[in-house]
Nanobody
Framework: QVQLVESGGGLVQAGGSLRLSCAAS????????MDWFRQAPGKEREFVAA????????RYADSVKGRFTISRDNAKNALYLQMNSLRPDDTAVYYC??????????????WGQGTQVTVSS
């Protein structure tokens, strides 16, 4: 089992920045590809970003490329999402997820509870 707890969400004005964190516990963190997903009201959950266990390789959704940066600290069992140039359409509940494997397309096995990000115009 892997437990995931997100933090860092909140209300921010358009153009602002937020940094989300995800604390992981339970298994060897570096064995897991870590992801961020988000779900806006009335919409399906969508992929945002992924990072391999080594932290050296990442993948992003086109909608956030160049604005968001995913990173991890394996010594702290922590995952991060730096979000810059936020837009109102980034408003969503953001979820941290973990998938056992090495591919950036690994399907997550574990999910956090989510943290709300609201971007005002």
């Amino acid at each position: 089992q892997v437990q995931l707890v997100e933090s860092g969400g909140g209300l921010v004005q358009a153009g602002g920045s937020l940094r989300l964190s995800c604390a992981a516990s339970g298994r060897t963190f570096s064995n897991y590809v870590m992801d961020w997903f988000r779900q806006a009201p009335g919409k399906e959950r969508e992929f945002v970003a992924a990072i391999r266990g080594s932290g050296l390789t990442t993948r992003y959704a086109d909608s956030v490329k160049g604005r968001f940066t995913i990173s991890r600290d394996n010594a702290k069992n922590a995952l991060y999402l730096q979000m810059n140039s936020l837009r109102p359409d980034d408003t969503a509940v953001y979820y941290c997820a973990a998938g056992y494997g090495s591919s950036l397309y690994t399907v997550p096995n574990y999910w956090g509870q989510g943290t709300q990000v609201t971007v005002s115009s």
